[in-house]
């Protein structure tokens, strides 16, 4: 997976003309404004590893706090070649609005080690993800700072850094201090689908205020991995058609529809979603300006842009990665009335089941995976609905809204917190 960095757009610029713009718009104080363009704390560390060919190797990592006034800092944690500290410092940002949109009690948080991950052994992996946990510890915790995956990481990972906390910090086992566990050592039943449940969920309500049958809807989506695999079957599931999809390898079209269960079951037996049965391939470009009623950005950054974005005929855009629009191509898709339901709105069912997965382990209980997904049902459809009421009232752009809506929850706590002393 590439990484903003790759693009030359810093995203730590992108997410502070964000704040600007919106704290214009909704007349924010300056200093709260200063306040929350600056993450409370960053944190650099240096990761001596013992490689498996004797030699020593030093990584860096980082973990980047950005606000905590709702609650403990929350985010993941991403191992890229490509990792930077701004890139961290805007991960952490957007967190902060993505969890106060969702209305859960937590702040922004995101992690990552600069390392090519697919070019290190599982020994050599475990050895660098224990000694960042150590580095981390003392900032992380479960009332502080609860980690979870992200790029080239997953339950694996997040599994070594609970046992490495556990024993460093009193060894006794803290399945709260991470989430994105194995079910076996207190994962969330529904956690992996959660991402795509909550932007069909979106949709959904997108669709209702549209007046658009989903029964005849078309769908495009670009990136068939866990949020975009999740995303197509779901939206498939309200009757919609998937007519068109892609991955790294390629990108493939059957206006007659494909069916996401033998696609998924092709990409598992082929290793991707080319030669797929019945269909025709077609260029990236191709695939994004596909006539649609509703498209789906799911792999990459920066997908859609000021060059392409005009021609885009789909009514809804939801947004399954982070950041594949421009800031414009945002106003492009505006003006021609396109609805963009954006990554902080559109993507957090993720980070909504990773809440229920952390008050699951607080209790030390089980939830049904018919009470995760319920549940997740009620607190989408409520942020979806303060959202788009948001954007109808001020007449911007559902990013916007978003951050309005965002904003105006951190800012509030902190005025009826104070500023210490
Ligand atoms: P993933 O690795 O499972 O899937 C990414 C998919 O994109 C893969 O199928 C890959 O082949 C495809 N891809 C890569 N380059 C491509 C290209 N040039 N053209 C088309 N497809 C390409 O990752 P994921 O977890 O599904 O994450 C995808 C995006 O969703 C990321 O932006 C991530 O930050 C975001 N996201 C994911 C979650 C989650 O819970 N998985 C939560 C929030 C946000």
Not at 162 to 176: A, C, H, L, R, W
Not at 242 to 265: E, Q, V
Not at 307 to 316: D, E, L, R, T, V
Not at 348 to 362: A, C, D, I, K, R
Request: aromatic share 6%.
């Amino acid at each position: 997976m590439s990484n903003p960095a790759n693009s030359g757009i810093n995203p730590f610029e992108v997410a502070l003309t964000q704040l600007d713009e919106v704290s214009t718009l909704i007349g924010l104080d300056k200093g709260l404004h200063e306040f929350l363009a600056h993450p409370k704390r960053v944190l650099t560390i240096s990761i001596p590893v013992k490689m498996d060919n004797g030699t020593i190797k030093v990584f860096t990592g980082f973990r980047s706090q950005h606000n905590d006034a709702l609650g403990p800092f929350k985010g993941g944690i991403r191992f890229h070649p490509q990792v930077t500290i701004d890139e961290v410092k805007a991960l952490s940002m957007w967190m902060t609005w993505k969890c106060a949109i969702a209305n859960i009690p937590f702040g922004g948080g995101k992690g990552g080690i600069i390392c090519d991950p697919k070019r290190m052994s599982v020994g050599e992996l475990e050895r660098m993800t224990r000694r960042y946990a150590y580095g981390i510890s003392d900032i992380i915790g479960p009332y502080k700072d609860i980690p979870a995956p992200d790029v080239y990481t997953g339950g694996r990972e997040m599994a070594w850094i609970m046992d490495t906390f556990s024993v460093i910090k009193g060894n006794y086992i803290q399945p709260e201090v991470i989430t994105g566990k194995p079910i076996q050592i207190g994962g969330s039943l529904g956690r992996n689908e959660a991402t795509g449940r909550g932007l069909s969920i979106t949709v959904r309500e997108a669709a209702k205020k549209l007046n658009i049958d989903m029964k005849k809807a078309t769908v495009v989506v670009q990136g068939f991995g866990n949020a975009g695999q999740f995303s197509a079957q779901l939206v498939e599931e309200q009757g919609a058609k998937i007519i068109a999809a892609s991955d790294s390898k390629g990108c493939i079209i059957n206006k007659n529809g494909i069916n996401t269960a033998s696609l998924r079951k092709h990409k598992e037996k082929t290793g991707s979603i080319s030669n797929y049965e019945s269909s025709q391939t077609l260029s990236n470009d191709e695939l994004l300006q596909t006539e649609c009623t509703i498209l789906i950005p799911a792999a990459l950054e920066n997908q859609i842009t000021k060059g392409n974005a005009g021609k885009i005929s789909a009514k809804i855009v939801a947004e399954a990665a982070n950041g594949p629009t421009t800031p414009e191509a945002d106003k492009i898709l505006f003006e021609n009335k396109v609805l963009v339901i954006p990554d902080i709105l559109a993507n957090g069912g993720g980070v909504t089941v990773s809440y229920f997965e952390w008050l699951q382990n607080l209790r030390r209980e089980y939830w049904t995976e018919k009470e995760v997904n319920d549940r997740l049902d009620t607190n989408i459809t409520n942020a979806f609905s303060r959202v788009y009421d948001t954007h109808i009232k001020h007449n911007t752009d559902m990013r916007k809204a978003s951050m309005i809506v965002a904003l105006n929850k951190v800012v509030d706590a902190i005025k009826i917190r104070g500023l210490w002393p």
